[in-house]
């Protein structure tokens, strides 16, 4: 089967061959039994893992009567169903503060259960710049870095300084008034001075862990 008609989705079945990943269900706007039966029939086509992004507690709780093995992560908003655990190359997740951890979670997560191993740092923002630089090991070793950053957002133009790999700026919406929600970051970070950074959308984790977990793919020759 190519494609699954629900009505309110159409599911690609194909994606897996395309892209290496199965369709990600985005759980924004869509009720609990619509994300349920979308990873219910995800998992009936799949072998692998199978991941819902921007859940609650209620889109979780309708999924597990289905699928008990099913997981939810509450900082990243997660819901998964976890089968294989194979995890090759290295994907660096660095969060500037504690409260960008929710979106570093979100794409560590994503990378993790689309088969990367992760690493993470958090609290290593430009303010200490003493603990990212105790770490330039990890960061040389990564075969990408996702860089999740508000305020300013100038964590990722230093990170990028320090590494050959390929880094993905994720501006966040944390910071005060003139941050604009992120804005001032996502500006930021797309005037970097560093080559070798891209960035993806305000709070965009999961877009961050994605393209991290495809570098890593190619790089360890998946």
């Given amino acids: 089967m190519i494609e699954d008609d629900l009505e309110y989705a159409t599911l690609d079945y194909q994606r897996e061959k395309r892209r290496g990943f199965p369709e990600v269900v985005f759980g924004a706007g869509k009720t609990p039994l619509q994300v349920t039966e979308i990873m219910v029939r995800l998992a009936a086509s799949h072998a692998g893992n199978i991941l819902a992004t921007r859940c609650t507690a209620e889109h979780y709780e309708a999924v597990k009567q289905q699928l008990p093995q099913a997981s939810f992560d509450e900082v990243s908003r997660l819901v998964f169903l976890r089968r294989t655990e194979k995890e090759s190359g290295l994907v660096a997740v660095l969060a500037a503060g504690t409260s960008d951890i929710p979106v570093a979670e979100e794409a560590a997560l994503t990378a993790m ?12 923002g430009v303010s200490g710049l003493h603990r990212l630089l105790s770490r330039t090991d990890l960061l040389q070793k990564a075969k990408a870095l996702v860089v999740a950053a508000g305020m300013e957002g100038a964590l990722a133009s230093v990170a990028g300084g320090l590494t050959a790999a390929p880094v993905i700026a994720v501006p966040t919406s944390i910071g005060y008034g003139a941050s604009f929600g992120g804005l001032a970051a996502l500006l930021a970070m797309l005037n970097s001075c560093c080559s070798g950074v891209a960035v993806v959308n305000i709070d965009n984790g999961f877009g961050a862990g994605y393209m991290a977990a495809i570098i890593n793919r190619q790089s360890v020759g998946e």
């Fill in 113 to 124: 259960l689309l088969g990367a191993k992760v690493e993470r740092l958090y609290d290593v």
